[in-house]
């Protein structure tokens, strides 16, 4: 299931924070939401799996082909942190990984050996994926003789627990939410949607206050 994108303002204070944090975008809407799903599930131990571009070879950047990897990103949530200590964290867990990024998932769940169920995905349970799209993206193939359109895939499949993308361009930032039918409602989802804007305007507003409050 899921339901369509919705606008989330103030862009401009979300990226005014990032900017006064020393964090990209994508790690504060990470941590915020990795604080959503601590509320939510009354765990700590937040473990969200990210896709990875794997293009950082030279070789690569011209190829057409699937190059996405999956990578876990684990935060340690404390009540007792404030907004900017959990962002610190986050930043410091996401640079760490970027290290490693060429390793593929399937080898890190062989090593780690975790418990399997056909019911869920080993390791992580819910996924985000953040996509930035830039002005110059709109000009690609200006002047080759190529034309270069964007799709919209009606897509309802959720092949995790939760799966939350976020999509970035130069004057929005849009979100959207596709569940398993089997464990939310819609009306749920959507007042999950609705606590995570809360939670945002306090990241923008709020860097001092404990994650408790």
């Not at 990795?34 to 950082?56: F, T």
């Amino acid at each position: 299931g899921g339901f369509p994108a919705v606008a989330l303002a103030p862009t401009d204070a979300l990226k005014h924070a990032s900017r006064r944090e020393g964090v990209t975008l994508f790690m504060l809407l990470l941590a915020s939401f990795q604080v959503l799903l601590c509320r939510y599930s009354g765990q700590s131990d937040i473990r969200v799996g990210v896709p990875v571009a794997s293009r950082n070879r030279a070789e690569c950047e011209r190829l057409i082909g699937f190059f996405v990897n999956t990578q876990v990103l684990k935060t340690e949530v404390n009540g007792a942190q404030t907004v900017s200590e959990l962002l610190r964290q986050v930043k410091h867990t996401a640079m760490q990984a970027q290290a490693y990024q060429d390793l593929p998932y399937e080898q890190l769940v062989e090593a780690l050996q975790p418990e399997r169920s056909l019911s869920h995905n080993p390791l992580f349970q819910v996924m985000f994926n953040h996509q930035v799209q830039g002005p110059a993206q709109a000009d690609q193939g200006a002047g080759t003789g190529l034309r270069v359109e964007a799709l919209t895939w009606d897509n309802h499949a959720a092949p995790f627990d939760l799966n939350l993308d976020t999509f970035e361009d130069d004057q929005r930032l849009w979100a959207s939410m596709t569940y398993a039918v089997d464990l939310f409602d819609a009306a749920t989802v959507e007042a999950m949607a609705a606590h995570w804007r809360n939670l945002l305007e306090a990241f923008s507003n709020s860097p001092h206050v404990r994650i408790d409050d």
